[in-house]
C-alpha cells in the first residue's frame, strides 16, 4: 500500500473562488490565534515567577500543560458556537490546520526547524479536505464536501483502482490547485542493491556530477530571469501602495517566481530520469543542507535546490525500480577515489582531484562522487575497496554482477 499525490488545475467558478478565499482567512486566523495561544504558554514558562509586571508575566498557572492538537481541537468546537464565521467552514478543514500546527511544532522539536511564525495576510497557502466522499470524482469534476462540484483539467489519468484519501487545495499565482493523495492497494516488490551502480554528486561549478565521469550544468533558472525579476519588481515598487496597478504588478512578480520553481522542478525530474536510465542502484551524498544554505553559498545553493533534487531522485528511483541510498557526506572531496588515501582540504577554486599518492587526476567533482559511489556499494555489502586502472567509473568486480533487467509497476 502506497500514497502518491496527483495534483490538477482547478476551474472554479468566481462564487467558488470567493469560498476558497474566505476558507484560507479562516484557517489563517484559527492557525495564528491557536499559535498564540502555545506561543503565550511557552513565554509564560520563560518568566520568573516574581517577575515585573511591566514586561512579563507569569498568568499561565504552572499545572497548565502546553496546549495540544486536542485540547485546541475541543476550544476550537467551543468558540464555534460564538463566531458564525468558523461555522461557515468544513470543520475536518479547520481541524487540518490545527493539526498542520501541530506538525510544525513537532518539527521544531524534532528536527531543529525555527519556531513557528504566525501567517500574514495572504500567507496561507492551502487548505486540507482529509476524506472525500464516495464518487468524489465525477468525469471532469471533483466533489468537495459542503463546496460541491469542481471543475478541473485531467491532465493525467486517474487510475480507477485508486482510493482517493484527501484533498489539498492550493492556491498559486497561476490559479487554485487540487492536490488528490490517492492511495493503492498494492505490493511493491523491494528494490534490492544489484547492478551497475552510480554516485553523484552535487555541486556548484556543475549542478551534479557522476562516478562514470559525467558533468551536468548548473541550470540556475534563477540568475537567468533574474533580471527580468529585477526589473517586475521595479515596476511595483514604482505604484502607488495599495493601488490596483501595484497589485497587477506583484501578481506578474509572483507568476515569475513560479515560473522559475517550475523550470527547476523541470529540470530535476529530466535529470533525474536520464540517471534511471544508465544503472540500477545510484547513490547520493546526504546533505548537510541547512548547514551550506547558512553560509556565504546561500544564493546559490537554494536556488539548485539540491534537496528538492535528492528529493526528485529518490522518487524516480522508486518509480523505476533503481536502488537509491544516501551515504554520509563527510569529506567526499579530500579522500582519493583510487587509492582511498586522504588527500587534504581543497580550497573550492581548485577544480582538478590530483592524488599525490597515486597521482590519479580527474575533475573534483567526479572524484567526489567516485567517493561517494564506493562509499554507497560499501554500505550496501559489495565488496569494493579500491576503482579499477583507468577506468575510473565503475568498479570491475561490481560490473561483473549482471544487471537485472529493471521491473517497474506496470502502474507507473
Ligand atoms: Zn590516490
Not at 572524484?367 to 569494493?384: D, F, K, P, S, Y
Request: glycine share 6%.
Amino acid at each position: 500500500m502506497f500514497n502518491l499525490i496527483y495534483e490538477f488545475k482547478l476551474k472554479p467558478t468566481s462564487a467558488q473562488i470567493a469560498i476558497f478565499g474566505e476558507w484560507l482567512e479562516q484557517c489563517r486566523r484559527v492557525y495564528n490565534y491557536a499559535l498564540c495561544e502555545r506561543k503565550d504558554w511557552v513565554n509564560s514558562r520563560k518568566c520568573q515567577i516574581n517577575a515585573c509586571s511591566i514586561k512579563s508575566e507569569y498568568i499561565i498557572p504552572a499545572n497548565q500543560p502546553l496546549p495540544t492538537y486536542n485540547s485546541q481541537a475541543v476550544a476550537l468546537t467551543q468558540a464555534k458556537k460564538k463566531i458564525p464565521a468558523l461555522k461557515r467552514v468544513h470543520s475536518q478543514v479547520l481541524q487540518q490546520t490545527l493539526k498542520r500546527l501541530q506538525l510544525a511544532f513537532e518539527g521544531m522539536w524534532k528536527n531543529g526547524r525555527g519556531f513557528p511564525r504566525y501567517k500574514k495576510t495572504g500567507q496561507m497557502r492551502s487548505f486540507v479536505f482529509p476524506q472525500l466522499g464516495v464518487n468524489s470524482i465525477q468525469g471532469n469534476q471533483v466533489k468537495l464536501p459542503s463546496i460541491g462540484l469542481v471543475r478541473f483539467i485531467i491532465s493525467r489519468p486517474i487510475p480507477d483502482d485508486a482510493v482517493i484519501k484527501q484533498a489539498r487545495i492550493v492556491r498559486r499565482a497561476s490559479g487554485w490547485y487540487v492536490q488528490l493523495t490517492l492511495q493503492w492497494k498494492i505490493d511493491i516488490p523491494e528494490i534490492s542493491p544489484s547492478g551497475t551502480s552510480l554516485g553523484i554528486d552535487v555541486g556548484l561549478m556543475h549542478f551534479a556530477a557522476t562516478s562514470n565521469g559525467k558533468t551536468f550544468p548548473n541550470p540556475r533558472p534563477f540568475k537567468r530571469l533574474e533580471s527580468k525579476l529585477k526589473s517586475l519588481q521595479k515596476k511595483v515598487s514604482s505604484k502607488r501602495f495599495g493601488s490596483n496597478n501595484r497589485k497587477k504588478a506583484q501578481a506578474k512578480v509572483s507568476r515569475l517566481h513560479e515560473r522559475i520553481a517550475n523550470t527547476r522542478k523541470n529540470y530535476h525530474w529530466e535529470l533525474a530520469h536520464n540517471l534511471c536510465d544508465w544503472v540500477d542502484m545510484i547513490f547520493a551524498e546526504n546533505l548537510n543542507l541547512k548547514g551550506l544554505a547558512r553560509g556565504m553559498l546561500a544564493k546559490s545553493c537554494l536556488d539548485a535546490g539540491w534537496g528538492q533534487f535528492l528529493d526528485i531522485l529518490s522518487q524516480c528511483c522508486f518509480k523505476r525500480g533503481v536502488y537509491f541510498q544516501k551515504v554520509d557526506a563527510k569529506g567526499t572531496s579530500q579522500t582519493c577515489p583510487k587509492c582511498l588515501k586522504e588527500t587534504g582540504k581543497k580550497k573550492l577554486s581548485k577544480r582538478v582531484h590530483k592524488c599525490q599518492h597515486c597521482g590519479y587526476t580527474c575533475d573534483r567533482d567526479v572524484a567526489a562522487a567516485q567517493v561517494v559511489e564506493i562509499r554507497g556499494l560499501e554500505a550496501v555489502g559489495h565488496t569494493v575497496v579500491k576503482l579499477s586502472e583507468g577506468k575510473g567509473n565503475i568498479p570491475e568486480d561490481v560490473k561483473l554482477c549482471l544487471p537485472t533487467k529493471k521491473e517497474s509497476p506496470a502502474l507507473l
